[in-house]
């Protein structure tokens, strides 16, 4: 049974710091992306970053690069989301997530409907 368990979230200050982390365990991941989504209070799921689990490829989304770090630890079978210069706009709940790796360039990554696994999700909350 695949699960994901998230870790991490809080409260803190904006222009703080947080370390998200989502434990991965019950099958093998090498060839899936783990990806962060977000979820703000009356808005739609977006994307925030994915990593490829084998060659490490990475992707973020526009709104949090140069802020946000995804990285993974394959001996812990673990992801992280390091996130550094936290606004306010960035409270939400953050889950993390898996699917099939399909290629370098594929737009289904940005898509929170081709994930196959989500956790549970941690609360963010960032306050001016």
């Known amino acids: 049974q695949v699960q994901l368990v998230e870790s991490g979230g809080g409260l803190v200050q904006a222009g703080g710091s947080l370390r998200l982390s989502c434990a991965a365990s019950g099958r093998t991941f090498s060839g899936y992306i783990m990806g962060w989504f977000r979820q703000a209070p009356g808005k739609e799921r977006e994307f925030v970053a994915a990593i490829s689990w084998g060659a490490g490829y990475l992707y973020y989304a526009d709104s949090v690069k140069g802020r946000f770090t995804i990285s993974r630890d394959k001996a812990k079978n673990t992801v992280y989301l390091q996130m550094n210069s936290l606004k306010p706009e960035d409270t939400a709940v953050y889950s993390c997530?898996?699917?099939?790796?399909?290629?370098?360039?594929?737009?289904?990554?940005?898509?929170?409907?081709?994930?196959?696994?989500w956790g549970q999700g941690t609360q963010v909350t960032v306050f001016s």
């Open positions: 997530a898996a699917t099939p790796f399909s290629g370098y360039d594929s737009a289904s990554y940005y898509r929170s409907g081709e994930y196959d696994y």
